[in-house]
């Protein structure tokens, strides 16, 4: 069999490129496994592995067969999808399962492993439990129950459901009622809906009833607000009413704005008007822009346009920072501070030196947010840029931003830096520079305080008493 994967590997990138990319996802990884699979059987009846190939090939259909059909790549799956099955089936899954376990090929091979017990839970899920539940607690033994438990769910969820118990642990058995209810939910949502409900209630119940909305509102989200109409409203509805919503922004994205712009204002509006601005965003900014214009004043205009404006930064910087210079007064800030965080994270010594660029009013608290970041990756280059800073408001922001990175890796780099600021802030900022200090070396905090010129004996008396009294000495209890 590892002889075989090699050979199916070797084939599959010697394939013309444009004949690969005449394959989805799904069927260019069937095509794979199913030529896996062919080998190996083959190769169980000591052919040589260059007939099993010719073999495979001769049954599957040519290449130049598929690179016709670009446009219908979805009929190719279920060919493959069909051969694969019956092979599976013919030649026993359990012994292919054991092979590809007892490898040490490494991850290729062991993601056949699913793959394979997918198939045999489709046509067999009782004897693929049984399988799964045999293994020796081995690391993909919780996700091969899962399948095989999601295959009986199709049929008989009920069944499924009871197996789950014999799992203590509550993150598997979560986990195995994910897989259950997701599945009964692909072919019946309405009917798992209503077995979710049934369950008792409590955690069990609300996890199963949100995996059973989430593939729902995926096949259909306006079925769930329907469903949703006919029952009493609480928080865990409501959240199902937020998660369905995502997905029927894709179904009828017009219809889903003009609800969003009707919500009552709520945590809810703000997520969800984030969100469809996102979507928006992503394939036409003006369009994002003018649906955000459209929404009421108040927390969701302003995060949306605020994410709009970040995802128009990294398409283009220029225009989303004049948009934001002309934005109005109210939502300025909040523009412009992510305008200058973009460009920080970026290349902040040029975010520094453009700092003339935004209003005056603003510049404080972007000259805070530069330094925060800058400070992280070059602390002198930040220092000495804060020192040249000629407006005392717009230094001292710099000041605090560069100060709480700068205590993470030099603290005494952070309090001189406090010292040089001038007016009432300079003791505030050396109290607080002080203290985180004086956990790491104080020692060195007394000296640096008492050997300070600008500080009366007052003032040296106050901040050395102050750090002495907040820091408490450190008690643990050993067994």
Known sequence: MLGALQVVYNQAIDMDPKRILSYSAPAFLSLLLGIAIGLKLNNDQSEPISVAVEQQQAAAPPLSTHTDRLDSTNAIVPDWNQSIRESVQAHRPENILAELQASSSGSHQRALIPLVMQYWADEDSHSALSYALQ?????????????????????????????????????????????????????????????????????????????????????????????????????????????????????????????????????????????????????DIEQALNWVASLPDGPAKTESLGLTIGQWLEVDSEAAF????TSDSDLQITLLKRAALNQASLDPAAAA???????????????????????????????????????????????????????????????????????????????????????????????????????????????????????????????
Request: charged share 20%; proline share 5%; net charge negative.
């Open 135 to 283: 293994m020796d607690a081995e690391e993909d033994q919780l996700e091969l129950v899962a399948i095989a438990l999601a295959g009986m769910a199709k049929s008989a969820p009920e069944s499924a459901v009871e197996w789950v118990e014999l799992f203590e642990n509550p993150r598997e058995q979560d986990y195995l009622y994910a897989a259950i209810y997701s599945a009964y939910a692909e072919h019946h949502p309405a009917e798992a809906m209503t077995a979710a409900q049934a369950l008792q209630a409590g955690h069990r119940r609300d996890f199963a009833m949100a995996e059973v909305a989430a593939v729902w509102a995926k096949q259909d989200a306006e079925a769930v607000f329907n469903w949703l109409e006919t029952q009493p409203l609480n928080r865990q509805l409501q959240d199902i009413y937020g998660a369905a919503m995502v997905d029927y922004m894709q179904q009828e994205p017009e219809v889903a704005g003009a609800i969003i712009q009707e919500l009552f204002p709520s945590d809810q509006q703000t997520v969800l008007a984030c969100q469809y601005a996102h979507m928006l965003a992503k394939n």
């Open 322 to 325: 004049q948009y934001a210079l």
């Open 353 to 479: 030196h453009s700092l003339n660029r935004f209003p005056e009013a603003t510049r404080a608290e972007v000259a805070s947010d530069i330094a925060l970041l800058w400070a992280q990756q070059e602390p002198d280059a930040v220092i000495n840029w804060i020192d040249e800073l000629e407006d005392t408001d717009v230094q001292q922001q710099a000041v605090r931003g560069a100060i709480e990175p700068l205590l993470n890796r030099t603290p005494e780099i952070a309090y001189q830096l406090a010292a040089t600021v001038n007016g009432g802030a300079r003791v505030e900022l050396m109290h607080y520079t002080a203290k985180r200090w004086h956990e790491i070396d104080p020692g060195a905090v007394i000296d640096a305080v008492q050997s300070d010129p600008e500080l009366t004996p007052d003032q040296k008396q106050q901040l050395l008493s102050s750090v002495s009294t907040n820091s408490a000495t450190m008690d643990i209890l050993l067994p």
